[in-house]
Nanobody
Framework: QVQLVESGGGLVQAGGSLRLSCAASGRTFSMIVIGWFRQVPGKEREFVAGITWNGGTVYGAESVKGRFTITRDNAKNTVYLQMNSLKSEDTDVYYC????????????WGQGTQVTVST
């Protein structure tokens, strides 16, 4: 089992920055990829970014490229999502998820953290 806990969300003005954290515990050695997603009720879940155990990264939504950066600290079992130049359309609940235990899909999810960007 892998447990994921997000933190760092909050209210920020447009143009500001936030850094989200995803702290992993449990069988973290089995994690292959950790990703960030965002979703609000009634909207489809959107893949934001992912990072492999050895630091390879991929970004999903075109709208976040150049503004968001995903990194990881293996010693702390934590993945970060640095979000800069935030826009109102970035308002969402952000979730981290992990592919672990040999799964080829994201099979562990955190509880989510709310990001609200005001104009």
């Amino acid at each position: 089992q892998v447990q994921l806990v997000e933190s760092g969300g909050g209210l920020v003005q447009a143009g500001g920055s936030l850094r989200l954290s995803c702290a992993a515990s449990g069988r973290t050695f089995s994690m292959i990829v950790i990703g960030w997603f965002r979703q609000v009720p009634g909207k489809e879940r959107e893949f934001v970014a992912g990072i492999t155990w050895n630091g390879g990264t991929v970004y999903g939504a075109e709208s976040v490229k150049g503004r968001f950066t995903i990194t990881r600290d293996n010693a702390k079992n934590t993945v970060y999502l640095q979000m800069n130049s935030l826009k109102s359309e970035d308002t969402d609940v952000y979730y981290c998820a992990a592919e672990a235990g040999g799964s080829t899909k994201y099979n562990y999810w955190g509880q989510g953290t709310q990001v609200t960007v005001s104009t």
